[in-house]
């Protein structure tokens, strides 16, 4: 649609410098690249809205039990996926499914999964408004400050964005469950959790178990 929209502009452009008729048949050609390029975006809109709607009828019989109905998790250990960037989550299904990442509960979901059924998935999680889970706790202020300075020095906001809610591949981190992000650090940290690659063992090296708890706590803060 935006190149149809700059098509059409330039077109216009070019119009002003030219005869009447030329400027008709020149405007004619910019009205149907409007016209045909506001058709190609529907039909887009469309296939989204409908890959959307596959993920949501499987994504609630295959899950929801564990990650939540509205993609927000209320089980401990266990992620919130709604609002995650739709490449994070294809990602990690395809690291799971090729038992790259290894976890039991999820290795049974992703075993033979299609590639189409995963985009699916990720196109309905990423669709859902992201939240804090029913059971957060309450704000312990001093841990909340030591997590939040260590963003800067760890330059985490770099990857994970200034807000914090991820891009591509790198995951949303706020309003994520403290006790999820807590046990993931230690992961990363002691090599038990690597990723498409090993940016997040380095980001993690070094921290104490005191630093990672106020980092999830600050995270999952934060909204
Ligand atoms: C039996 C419970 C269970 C079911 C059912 C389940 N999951 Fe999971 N899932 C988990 C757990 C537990 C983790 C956390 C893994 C870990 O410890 O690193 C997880 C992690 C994930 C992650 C990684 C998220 C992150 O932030 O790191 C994705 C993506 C995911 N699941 C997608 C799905 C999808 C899609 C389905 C349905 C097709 C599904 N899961 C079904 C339990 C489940
Ligand atoms: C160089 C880029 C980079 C930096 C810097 C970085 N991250 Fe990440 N982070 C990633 C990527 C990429 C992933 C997904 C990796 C994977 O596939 O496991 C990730 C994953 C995570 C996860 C797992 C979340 C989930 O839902 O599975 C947490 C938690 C996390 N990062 C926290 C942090 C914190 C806190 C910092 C700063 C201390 C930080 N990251 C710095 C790139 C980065």
């Keep these: 649609m935006r190149l149809a929209g700059l098509l059409a502009a330039a077109l216009f452009a070019a119009a002003v410098a030219l005869p009447a008729a030329a400027q008709d048949a020149a405007r004619g050609a910019a009205i149907s690249a409007e016209r045909s390029g506001a058709a190609i975006s529907a039909e887009r809109r469309g296939a989204a809205i409908s890959a959307e709607r596959r993920g949501a009828a499987m994504a609630a019989e295959r899950c929801a039990a564990c990650h939540g109905e509205n993609g927000r998790s209320a089980m401990e250990g266990t992620p919130s996926l709604a609002g995650q960037p739709a490449l994070f989550v294809t990602t990690q299904m395809i690291l799971f499914r090729e038992g790259?990442?290894?976890?039991?509960?999820?290795?049974?979901?992703?075993?033979?999964?299609?590639?189409?059924?995963?985009?699916?998935?990720?196109?309905?999680?990423?669709?859902?408004?992201?939240?804090?889970?029913?059971?957060?706790?309450p704000r312990d202020e001093a841990l909340f400050a030591a997590g939040q300075a260590l963003i800067g020095p760890r330059n985490c906001a770099v990857c994970h964005l200034p807000t914090l809610t991820g891009r591509e591949q790198v995951p949303r981190l706020i309003g994520q469950r403290e006790d999820f992000?807590?046990?993931?650090?230690?992961?990363?940290?002691?090599?038990?959790?690597?990723?498409?690659?090993?940016q997040m063992n380095g980001a993690v090296v070094g921290l104490t178990d005191a630093q990672i708890a106020a980092l999830a706590h600050y995270l999952s803060q934060r909204d």
């Design 100 to 137: 790259l990442r290894q976890v039991p509960a999820m290795t049974a979901v992703a075993e033979g999964m299609a590639d189409g059924t995963i985009e699916d998935l990720a196109a309905h999680f990423a669709s859902l408004p992201p939240g804090p889970p029913e059971d957060r706790r």
């Design 181 to 198: 992000l807590e046990r993931t650090m230690i992961e990363y940290r002691d090599g038990l959790r690597v990723g498409a690659d090993s």
